[in-house]
């Protein structure tokens, strides 16, 4: 897997102006079983893909907290919400909460278990984002998460093939992939 990491940035830059034209021109006529389609990569990707494995996400990124995030992590740790504010969080330059530090403090590094696992952020429970609806939607955040995530890219590469592009930006033809 730390190879797989390792090679990654250099996929995701290989390939980036070919995946931001790709959604570019997906956004612009959206299949309607597009969700499906994703759903279906995303389940088959991670039959194969075991996050302990890699925890690249934990590592090098912060989820954003909301405040039911912090309330649930406060409780699940007994500390006061102020104190699991002053403790693990600051606000970035979006003004959310997000981890003073990386990899994540939760993380246990000895097997990439996550300390408060069961009351871990809704980022990262949803994490990478490529079985929500509406992911025409998510199409900024997947390019994003695909440089991290090993499990995004793969996803991103099977959708290409899943639901081809072919012509130009201005004649755009939709074709189901096998």
Same mark, same amino acid.
């Given at each position: 897997?730390?190879?797989?990491?390792?090679?990654?940035?250099?996929?995701?830059?290989?390939?980036?102006?070919?995946?931001?034209?790709?959604?570019?021109?997906?956004?612009?006529?959206?299949?309607?079983?597009?969700?499906?389609?994703?759903?279906?990569?995303?389940?088959?990707?991670?039959?194969?893909?075991?996050?302990?494995?890699?925890?690249?996400?934990?590592?090098?990124?912060?989820?954003?907290?909301?405040?039911?995030?912090?309330?649930?992590?406060?409780?699940?740790?007994?500390?006061?919400?102020?104190?699991?504010?002053?403790?693990?969080?600051?606000?970035?330059?979006?003004?959310?909460?997000?981890?003073?530090?990386?990899?994540?403090?939760?993380?246990?590094?000895?097997?990439?278990?996550?300390? +408060?696992?069961? !009351?871990?952020? &809704? #980022?990262?429970?949803?994490?990478?984002?490529?079985?929500?609806? /509406? *992911?025409?939607?998510?199409?900024?955040?997947?390019?994003?998460?695909?440089?991290?995530?090993?499990?995004?890219?793969? +996803?991103?590469? !099977?959708?290409? &093939? #899943?639901?081809?592009?072919?012509?130009?930006?201005?004649?755009? /033809? *939709?074709?189901?992939?096998?």
């Amino acid at each position: 897997m730390e190879e797989i990491i390792k090679e990654l940035p250099k996929k995701v830059y290989d390939l980036r102006k070919e995946n931001v034209s790709y959604f570019k021109r997906l956004k612009k006529r959206t299949p309607k079983n597009l969700d499906y389609t994703v759903q279906e990569l995303h389940d088959k990707e991670f039959t194969k893909t075991d996050c302990l494995t890699c925890a690249n996400c934990c590592k090098t990124t912060s989820p954003m907290f909301f405040p039911k995030d912090i309330e649930k992590a406060a409780k699940f740790l007994r500390m006061k919400e102020q104190k699991f504010l002053e403790t693990y969080l600051e606000r970035d330059e979006d003004d959310c909460y997000v981890l003073k530090s990386a990899p994540c403090t939760f993380l246990d590094e000895s097997d990439n278990t996550c300390v +408060i696992y069961d !009351a871990r952020p &809704k #980022a990262c429970a949803e994490y990478p984002h490529t079985n929500r609806k /509406k *992911f025409i939607q998510l199409t900024d955040l997947t390019l994003k998460n695909s440089e991290i995530c090993p499990a995004a890219f793969n +996803i991103v590469e !099977a959708l290409k &093939k #899943a639901v081809p592009m072919v012509g130009n930006a201005k004649n755009e /033809k *939709f074709k189901r992939g096998k």
